[in-house]
């Protein structure tokens, strides 16, 4: 398993806007497989976010595929430095039912 979190420092809005992104990319051309654990929340001006992957190439995988298509597509561009991330070596990962928040409808 693979794991990251970082701290992106911009409102909630532009975050869920590219999250809805990502999800329309996803339901259209497929990818995120190996996603296992998708977390944001608002805190300190910005959203925190950790995700688990199955491995880190898959990872890599989505944001060469997936995350380019979606930021464009929200229409956001990286300008600046990118959010530092914290990477996670996760021992233990428990999802006992599928979830998806309201942020996916």
């Known amino acids: 398993m693979y794991g990251y979190t970082m701290h992106i420092p911009a409102p909630p809005e532009t975050y869920l806007a590219l999250h809805r992104a990502i999800a329309d990319v996803m339901s259209e051309?497929?990818?995120?497989?190996?996603l296992i654990l998708h977390l944001a929340h608002e805190k300190d001006l910005?959203?925190?976010l950790t995700e688990v992957w199955e491995s880190k190439e898959q990872l890599d995988e989505f944001n060469r595929?997936?995350?380019p298509k979606a930021m464009e597509r929200a229409g956001i561009t990286?300008?600046?430095p990118p959010p530092g991330?914290?990477?996670l070596d996760p021992l233990v990962v428990v999802t006992p039912r599928a979830f998806a928040s309201d942020a996916m409808v």
């Open 29 to 34: 051309e497929g990818g995120g497989d190996g």
């Open 46 to 48: 910005g959203v925190d």
């Open 65 to 67: 595929t997936v995350f």
């Open 78 to 80: 990286m300008e600046g």
């Open 85 to 87: 991330t914290v990477e």
